[in-house]
């Protein structure tokens, strides 16, 4: 009964290449975000759609593609990827009619980019 | 543009004292303000809402004031449990559909 669940958990990979990592929810949630959280455990939005509508792109790389097939899926694609780019990815989805956007997050991507 | 500042990186208590923690912004006042809870290698988890017209939450040990003079909120764990370790995050609503998080509070309960 996972609520909102991603894959892969853990994603260790060479500069240069691309990836992507997916993002589920079973909530019936409206809305879903990515989030990068930090080597300092910053923990910042990256990304915001509503209905398979991108509302919120903060700024961020365009290598950085979210797409949302559908209302329950939000994916992340990454081009080229950077050293930097190394850090846990979140997603999350929220209801915000009923819930003032109370986040339920997944349980992280940890991405390593050698 | 909106910055938030948590009380030290990292507070050590004894078990069965009351831990608490500090979130204070710069900006303008939030409509609601939210905590979360973060064990390592886990997504946080959310804890509390509070609204910028309520004074207090209270949910079992935990409970949460907000005062927009003071621009602050404090988060306050009573009887403290070893199981309460964990790092805990305050979020800000910035508008539509958008959190705003501070960088967390690591609380350890020392038993």
């Known amino acids: 009964d996972t609520a909102v669940s991603q894959t892969p958990k853990y994603l260790v990979t060479q500069m240069g290449n691309d990836k992507s990592i997916k993002c589920e929810q079973n909530?019936?949630?409206?809305?879903m975000y990515w989030y990068k959280q930090d080597s300092k455990k910053f923990l910042k939005i990256m990304f915001s759609?509503?209905?398979?509508?991108?509302?919120i792109n903060e700024t961020v790389p365009n290598r950085f593609s979210p797409k949302s097939p559908d209302k329950a899926h939000l994916n992340l694609h990454i081009n080229s990827l950077e050293l930097g780019d190394s850090a846990v990815y979140f997603c999350?989805?929220?209801?915000?009619?009923?819930?003032?956007?109370?986040?339920?997050f997944g349980p992280g991507t940890r991405l390593t980019v050698l | 543009s909106q910055k938030i500042e948590q009380n030290s990186e990292a507070l050590n208590i004894q078990e069965g004292k009351t831990a608490t923690l500090t979130c204070n912004y710069t900006n303008y006042s939030p409509a609601y303000l939210q905590w979360y809870r973060q064990d390592p290698g886990r997504g946080p988890v959310f804890l509390l809402l509070?609204?910028?017209?309520?004074k207090e939450k209270r949910k079992e040990r935990l409970k949460v004031t907000f005062d927009t003079t003071l621009k602050q909120s404090l988060f306050h764990i009573t009887a403290s449990q070893p199981a309460d370790s964990a790092t805990y995050l305050c979020a800000l609503e910035t508008g539509a559909n958008n959190l705003f998080f501070g960088t967390g509070t690591r609380l350890t309960v020392i038993p």
């Open positions: 509070i609204r910028e017209n309520e």
């Open positions: 999350a989805s929220s209801h915000p009619r009923d819930s003032l956007d109370t986040q339920y």
């Open positions: 909530l019936g949630h409206d809305t």
């Open positions: 759609y509503n209905n398979k509508e991108l509302i």
